[in-house]
């Protein structure tokens, strides 16, 4: 089966500081997305950067940037300059083989303290 | 709409009713999904609706669960004979065929008491 593995239960930054949360996957695909959303306590689930696995860049989108390695199937994502409101769950998603339908890991709770 | 909504946005239920929830995705999205998310945990896949094909079930936890989607839109996940394990947040999200990524809803807080 395929499987998603965020191996950070929970994180703690400093407000300012930068902090890169882990994402392993594991997907037969060989062109796919892979997405970082965020939860915060409204519940609400917003994608924060998506990459896609044919592109050597990596994704950046402000302070949210990835690290993907496709052939070790590692996609972190690095958030500089933390601020309060990036408190949230973080979700690690890559989808099923041959469908649109994503699977998520198991999250990372992130902290950032003043 | 803007947005894919959510309602009830929480409900409280006793043990052995039957309960719906309902999503409305964003207008021409073809792909409805519902997830089920666990105190503290991670997304459950439950069920996937893509545009008039059959839709993907296999996420269903037991037969007491059941989601249909009337005329491609709004969908209605049927939780029957609720249980204390059935509470949770389900999600609802939507998405344009072959277009990455989803569009969430608030979700409903289920409890079962």
């Known amino acids: 089966a395929q499987t998603v593995t965020q191996s950070q239960p929970e994180m703690s930054v400093q407000e300012a500081e930068t902090v890169t949360l882990s994402c392993t996957y594991d997907?037969?695909?060989?062109?796919?997305?892979l997405f970082w959303y965020k939860q915060p306590p409204s519940r609400q689930m917003i994608l924060v950067i998506r990459?896609?696995?044919?592109?050597?860049q990596n994704a950046t989108e402000n302070r949210f940037s990835v690290n993907f390695q496709k052939a070790a199937k590692s996609f972190s994502l690095k958030i500089s300059d933390s601020q309060l409101g990036d408190t949230a769950m973080y979700f690690c998603a890559s989808p099923t083989y041959n469908t649109d339908k994503l699977i998520f890991g198991t999250g990372t709770r992130l902290q950032v303290f003043p | 709409g803007a947005g894919v909504s959510q309602s009830p946005s929480n409900k409280v239920t006793e043990k052995g009713k039957d309960v719906e929830l309902r999503c409305d995705p964003i207008?021409?999205?073809?792909?409805l999904y519902w997830y089920r998310q666990s105190l503290g945990q991670g997304l459950e896949f439950l069920i996937y609706?893509?545009?008039?094909?059959?839709?993907?079930k296999s996420g269903l936890p037991s037969d007491r669960f059941s989601a249909e989607r009337t005329g491609g839109s709004v969908s209605t996940l049927t939780i029957q004979r609720t249980q204390q394990e059935d509470s949770a947040v389900y999600l609802c999200a939507s998405s344009l065929s072959g277009a990455p990524g989803y569009t969430f809803g608030s979700g409903t807080r289920l409890t079962v008491v």
């Open positions: 990459q896609e696995a044919y592109k050597q």
């Open positions: 207008s021409g999205h073809t792909a």
């Open positions: 997907t037969s695909e060989n062109n796919y997305y």
């Open positions: 609706f893509q545009g008039n094909s059959a839709p993907d």
